[in-house]
């Protein structure tokens, strides 16, 4: 330990053993336990923990070492009186005077430029001011001169107002005049409108009598009309009937004579069909037919049936028959 150097407090070497072990072997205590002694190790643990923490005297050495290394640093440069220091300072003023004159030179240089540049501007203004005073005085003799002519002309211009006046007075009589003769006018047309409205009221009264009067005798023939209409209607209605029962009887008959004729055409027609064929029951009529059709299919193909056991063909057999019946 050197001299400058300061004691701290350190724990036993047992203690810290220890103090380490137990730290190790929380998390296997932790789970030998239930819920509760859990959190109430993990409490005392905590506890222990804030307790070794608040040996801070290694902490608080090591900042005191630091401090004390500034201290001594400090007291070279304080030995050394100040040279890097003041010379860095002398430096800095040096570099700050000369970019400073170097600033100025430059603002003197444009301050000039502006000196110039007013100067000029001045020597301008005060030729374009005595311009103006010059053109200023060319306006006001100018001026005077249209006065001159403006003030005869305002007499003139009196003299025209003045007849103005006079032909203005003399219109303005002849306008009462005419708007007294336009009062009287509007009377009369007020009167003219009452008797014209009077009329057109009598007019339209008439008028009303007279629509009144032609809707009664519309209604009149209407109600004549519907009656025409029912008694047309029923004579339709008679007719239309007549005229059925008389077809009817027409069909019957003409049924009777076509019956009568098929008839005579069929000589030899069944007696049952004859009598089907008088009531005209056609349903009989095509029970028959069908039951003649299908008693004959069935003996064809009975036929069928035999002409081949004997080793015939039907259609063979109908030749036979047919050559048999030409000739006799």
């Given at each position: ?28 205590f932790l789970r030998k336990l ?20 608040q040996n801070l005297t290694e ?270």
């Open positions: 330990m050197s001299k400058n150097e300061l004691n701290t407090y350190q724990f036993p070497i047992q203690m810290q053993r220890e103090f380490h072990l137990l730290m190790n072997s929380k998390e296997d239930t819920s509760a002694e859990q959190r109430k190790l993990e409490a005392l643990y905590e506890a222990l923990q804030n307790v070794w923490n902490t608080l050495k090591q900042d005191l070492e630091t401090r004390y290394q500034e201290l001594r640093e400090i007291q070279q440069i304080i030995k050394s009186d100040c040279k890097d220091f003041k010379t860095g300072i002398e430096r800095q003023l040096q570099q700050s005077i000369q970019s400073k004159s170097e600033e100025l030179m430059s603002k003197k240089k444009l301050f000039e430029e502006k000196k110039s540049d007013f100067e000029k501007m001045q020597s301008e203004r005060k030729k374009t001011i005595e311009g103006k005073r010059q053109s200023l005085t060319e306006q006001q003799e100018f001026l005077m001169s249209t006065s001159q002519q403006q003030s005869e002309g305002l007499v003139e211009i009196e003299n025209l107002l003045k007849r103005e006046k006079e032909r203005l007075s003399l219109k303005k009589s002849q306008l009462t005049e005419i708007s007294q003769l336009r009062k009287e006018e509007l009377n009369k047309l007020e009167q003219l409108q009452a008797a014209y409205q009077s009329g057109l009221n009598n007019l339209k009264a008439q008028l009303e009598a007279s629509l009144d009067s032609l809707k009664e005798q519309r209604q009149q023939v209407l109600q004549e009309y519907e009656r025409l209409e029912s008694n047309y209607q029923a004579d339709l209605n008679e007719k239309e009937s007549n005229l059925k029962n008389d077809l009817q009887d027409y069909e019957t008959q003409l049924l009777g004579q076509l019956k009568a004729e098929i008839l005579q055409q069929v000589p030899t027609c069944p007696d049952v069909l004859k009598t089907y064929l008088k009531q005209e029951d056609s349903l009989q009529i095509s029970k028959a037919i069908n039951l003649l059709v299908t008693e004959t299919e069935q003996l064809g193909n009975a036929l069928t049936r035999e002409l081949t056991k004997i080793g015939k063909t039907k259609e063979k057999f109908m030749e036979l028959m047919d050559r048999n019946t030409s000739n006799v």
